[in-house]
């Protein structure tokens, strides 16, 4: 299901080049050429709760990997069908592009799929920052990220230009204590509960598939010491991510998010660049 789900969206994008309305012939001419999307995940959290898995513990980074894999390959094999049904993107070069460091992390049915075709889209995979649009879903996790809390409170400018609160509850949480009746279970984490090494092993695990970047905040306490802090972007850097975006609570930015329970936790997240 989702090996199909991944194709038909890659379909839906591709379309998308055909009716946008850009502003300028430039810009327009500049996005065709590459035709680059950027499909990615959200509600990765919310899935992993319900399959009984602590997020950043071994199992839910093989799960993840496996889910980003599915997605990416099936990415892949539908821009090449679609490359041999309305043909490559303009500055496709077959030779140069299979060089890529990515494209050779590809099956090899994928890298012949593309000597023969082409492909469509330059680029097929991201992972975006999706804490508001997540909202549309029932309040699914967002992006890649752990569950932001099992009950919290979201703050949201309103047409007046004024700031109104609202509750919400995380969908897993809510559908788990719906099923179950039950307090939520010990691998239930929150992003605060979750140690920042294992916010980059997960970025990592699905940075394997994602040809583009991934937005993630790291969390970390307000404590965290200064020598830790630094290694974190050391350790970014060794595991090839794209981007790392750490998040400390203080007292000066304000929270969007939160905590219900008499303690303010605040979450940031920033979009990694796809270039």
């Known amino acids: 299901a989702l090996r199909e789900a991944a194709g038909i ?70 821009s090449i069908a679609l490359a041999q049904e309305k043909g490559p993107f303009p500055l496709f070069c077959s030779d140069l592009y299979l060089q890529g460091a990515f494209i050779r992390t590809l099956p090899q049915d994928i890298q012949q799929g593309i000597a023969r075709y082409g492909i469509r889209n330059s680029h097929l995979t991201a992972i975006a920052p999706t804490g508001t649009i997540s909202l549309l879903a029932n309040n699914v996790s967002s992006g890649l990220e752990p569950i932001f809390a099992a009950r919290y409170q979201r703050r949201i400018r309103n047409l007046q230009g004024g700031i109104e609160t609202f509750d919400v509850e995380d969908y897993a949480c809510r559908l788990y204590r719906e099923q179950y009746g039950t307090a939520l279970p010990p691998f239930f984490v929150q992003a605060t509960d979750v140690a920042p090494e294992n916010h980059l092993a997960m970025q990592a695990v699905l940075q394997a598939y994602v040809d583009s970047a991934i937005a993630k905040t790291v969390n970390v306490p307000a404590d965290y010491p200064f020598e830790s802090f630094s290694r974190l972007y050391e350790t970014a850097y060794a595991k090839a991510l794209k981007g790392c975006t750490a998040f400390r609570p203080n007292p000066i930015t304000g929270e969007v998010l939160l905590g219900t329970q008499g303690t303010h936790r605040e979450c940031c997240t920033l979009a990694g660049s796809a270039d």
């Open 9 to 78: 969206a890659v379909r839906m994008l591709d379309n998308v080049y055909e009716i946008s309305l850009f502003p300028l012939l430039r810009e327009a001419e500049t996005a065709r050429s590459s035709r680059r999307i950027g499909l990615g995940i959200t509600g990765l959290a919310d899935a992993l709760l319900m399959l009984g898995q602590r997020y950043g513990a071994a199992p839910a980074l093989k799960t993840a990997a496996l889910l980003m894999e599915t997605v990416c390959h099936a990415a892949y094999r539908a």
